[in-house]
């Protein structure tokens, strides 16, 4: 039946549980009688969903405390192996893939790495089937017990009814790429569980929201520097993210080609991979053979070396100019966004960051307009380089809460695109 505003019954419990589940699982353990005020929700119905949520097998005793004058009161906490998701991050110099408990506590994972400028998408798609397997039999968990697989990948993501997730990534020529629809169909996973797969800037954003430095901000951009450049706004209106392309923001008019093939963005200087290839062409010398990320890293020990030691004057230079280039796109943010927060994440924002965090907010402040640039903080993000599988992990979770701890139906046969229904072995 449903109400005046449109709500059944159904809806009604479902928004119970999933308070109950959410208040459980970022404030917990707590009782009953806390939940009350916490969720809004009437005693006897915290009760009653309480009683769903266990016999469900989603929540557990946590111990007990004390009460004034009364019986000790039982603790609650959302059990971890109730559900388990696994997060996916399709770098542009590897792929991870991590298998997370309900609290989202690693349980396995495993990376391979991707050759320089080689982003095949049958080698990619390879390595993610073969990361999910792996991890799986490492945990010796059947994939029946997955909620759902989360994948942040570089470039636009555009949802079709169609083929599912598509992927626009200009940058790694991958040019409408079905990737939903090429994973499932080699996939060992059952149609019934899902995948998620959104922009890896945003599931950084999401991460550091939920467990990192975002935390009770009510708007924030976080950014993503690794071989490119991304960011995920967050605001009121837009409570789980908006993937921005930051990077390919022009900060000078026939400047360096881009990836992309613009002149003149963000990435062109920021990124890991052109930064390097500046150092390279002011005379700097990498080591031979090394990834991108070594390479970062001796570059940055060149530029700043032991004290007593002398510093690398090219390489000092390159990462000075290219602060000053982060910190002007980084007011471009604080003028369009008016964010609370700016969080610096990936594996080349955390290795930059802890040099030169200092002078990047310096020329933020300096290229901004003074209002907004005075009500903002910039910051590293906290969740390490893993953030991006973390919050991977987190799109199937939020999706589970959001049903009431309720696992997502598999369409019916009659709505299943060919390619799915040929997978259960029938004609569409």
């Known amino acids: 039946m449903a109400g005046r505003n449109g709500r059944t019954v ?16 970022f404030d917990g353990p707590l009782s009953r009688f806390e939940l009350g005020p916490a969720t809004g929700l009437s005693s006897g119905s915290v009760s009653n969903v309480v009683a769903d949520l266990i016999a469900d097998g989603l ?36 792929v991870r893939v991590e298998l997370f408990d309900l609290t989202l506590t690693e349980l396995a994972r495993t990376q391979r790495p991707l050759e320089p400028q080689r982003y095949d998408v049958e080698v990619i798609t390879g390595h993610i089937r073969d990361g999910i397997a792996e991890v799986l039999a490492a945990a010796g968990l059947p994939p029946e017990r997955l909620l759902g697989v989360g994948i942040g990948v570089p470039g636009i993501v555009e949802r079709t009814p169609e083929r599912g997730a598509v992927v626009h990534g200009q940058t790694i020529g991958w040019d409408a790429v079905p990737l939903e629809e090429l994973l499932r169909a080699g996939s060992r996973l059952p149609v019934s569980v899902p995948y998620f797969i959104d922009n890896g800037a945003k599931t950084l954003g999401q991460a550091e929201m939920w467990f990192g430095a975002g935390r009770g901000a009510g708007s924030a951009v976080v950014v993503l520097f690794g071989s490119g450049v991304g ?9 789980h993210g908006r993937a921005v392309e930051w990077g390919h923001l022009t900060v000078r008019v026939r400047g360096r080609r881009c990836r992309c093939g613009a002149l003149g963005c963000l990435e062109a200087y920021a990124g890991a991979e052109s930064l390097l290839a500046r150092w390279r062409e002011e005379g ?69 960051g802890a040099r030169f965090l ?16 005075e009500r903002v903080t910039v910051d590293l993000g906290r969740l390490g380089p893993d953030a991006v599988t973390v919050g991977a992990a987190i799109l199937p979770l939020a999706d589970f809460f959001a049903r009431g701890g309720r696992r997502a139906e598999p369409a019916p046969q009659a709505q299943l695109p060919a390619w799915q229904a040929a997978l259960e072995g029938r004609r569409p």
């Open 59 to 94: 929540v557990e005793e946590a111990g007990s405390v004390d009460s004034d004058g009364g019986r000790p009161r039982t603790l609650l906490r959302v059990a971890p192996g109730s559900g388990h998701m696994i997060g996916v991050d399709v770098g542009e110099t590897r």
């Open 284 to 352: 700097g010398r990498p080591p031979r053979d090394a990834d991108e990320e070594s390479a970062l890293t001796a570059m940055l020990a060149a530029a700043c070396p032991p004290e007593g030691t002398e510093a690398d004057p090219v390489a000092l230079a390159v990462l000075e100019e290219t602060a000053e280039y982060l910190g002007a796109g980084l007011s471009d943010l604080i003028n369009l966004f008016q964010p609370e927060r700016i969080l610096i994440g990936g594996w080349a924002g955390l290795q930059l």
């Open 231 to 239: 960011a995920c706004l967050v605001t009121p209106e837009v409570e």
């Open 358 to 373: 200092s002078a990047v907010r310096r020329h933020a402040v300096a290229y901004a307009l003074r209002h907004p640039a």
């Open 10 to 25: 159904r809806d009604l419990r479902r928004g119970n549980r999933t308070a109950v589940l959410r208040r459980l699982y």
